[in-house]
């Protein structure tokens, strides 16, 4: 995400660091980088303008300039200032009133919809809430079966339209489904056009004047960078949205719709998509994105990550066990299984602080070939074999390796590492009894 603009923000600093003490022209100098640098990403000429002026009006004054360390004073006010660029606050959603309470999503075609629609969803859904989706986009025939798909995934009710239907009658049908059958949240997924037209208008005036949605959210691809922020002005003036999503965050969109987004339209951008799966949806934090982008990691986000990931219960069994000494094979397969959850090395790479430049590290790629292979071999031992792995002579090595489809060289790797990993753990508990500080062991 943003990967040019923050090495090119880096190169910047790196060159300011290096100098120590720093004049005024120094600085001017500095901020011109990183102006083009910023231009260069596509964020819109006044915004680029407007910051720029922002950061020298305070990176020139007296106290920067002759601190002991005017680089850092400088990013860290680049920081603060990126941060309110990007809305200052952390958006939340509006659902507050008598439900059912009905969000809108409206959008270009291909932008993300309806997939926003289902992660939301799910999102919602994990919240305790009731969401409800609801497919009003007669345009596309296989919008509705879409949709209906992707709440499969994730369990959560689709409205059955009835052929003929309009959207405006999907709508309000779905807001009397919702508050009989008691869900509380409607998520309306509609139509979109290649371009804003007058039909594409008028239909989700009319959508929105029926259901009065808390929340109107445009759906935007961050990859057509300033287009994207042109198009929520021209649906901000029509329907006053109440925020934006961005998607396709985490591909190599440039950051332009990002960093424009806030200060062109006065719109928040609520969440960010970053892939295809349901779960690609993050809520936008200004603060932890400007980090990202300066290169500072974003440790919060990667924290929330693990929890979401790791079941607190499990880990808590786990660190007695560990105490104890008796971590076993079956642990370590349950291990296994959640660093899958975690989902790619690569992504969470990013989020660490001075890693996100280390590119080598990003070909990390845990090889789910591998995690699949090891977990089908510890399937195949018996519980006893499990419970103490030095009973697993050759023959029963032969015989787990035929049950999982692998070979005898495949096992007694498993076996050897999973010993070395004991090891490991024994020392670092021994070295937390010491009192050091002890090693997140969830990472191993
Ligand atoms: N990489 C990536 N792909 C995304 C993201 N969000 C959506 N997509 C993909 O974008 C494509 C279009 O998504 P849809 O949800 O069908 O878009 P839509 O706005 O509903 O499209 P229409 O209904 O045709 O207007 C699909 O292939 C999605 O998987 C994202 O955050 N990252
Ligand atoms: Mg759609």
Redesign the pocket.
Known sequence: MFDRLSDKLAAVFKKLKGRGILNEAQVNEALREVRLALLEADVHYKVTKAFIDRVRERAVGEEVLRSLTPAQQVIKIVHEELTQLLGGESPRLDLSGKPPVAVM?V?????????????LARRLKSQGRQPYLVPA?I??PA?IE?LERLGGDIEVEVYPVTPGENPVDIAAGAMEAAYTAGFDTVIL?T???LHIDAPLMAELKAIKEKVAPKEILL?A??MTGQDAVQVAQKFHDLLKLTGVIL?????DARGGAALSMREVTGKPIKF?????KLD??EPFHPDRLASRILGMGDVITLIEKAQEAFDVEQVQALEKKLRRDSFTLEDFRDQLRQMKKLGSIEQLLNLIPGLSRAKAMRDLKPDDRELKRVEAMINSMTPKERQDYQIIGGSRRRRIAQGSGTTVQDVNRLLKNFAMTQKMIKQMTQAGKRGKPRFPMKFF
């Open positions: 999503l959008g270009l075609q291909g932008s993300g919809k309806t997939t926003t629609a289902a992660k986009d345009q596309r919008a879409q997924d139509a979109g056009r759906v691809d961050a998607t396709k965050m985490e591909g960010m998509g970053v892939g295809e690609a949806l």
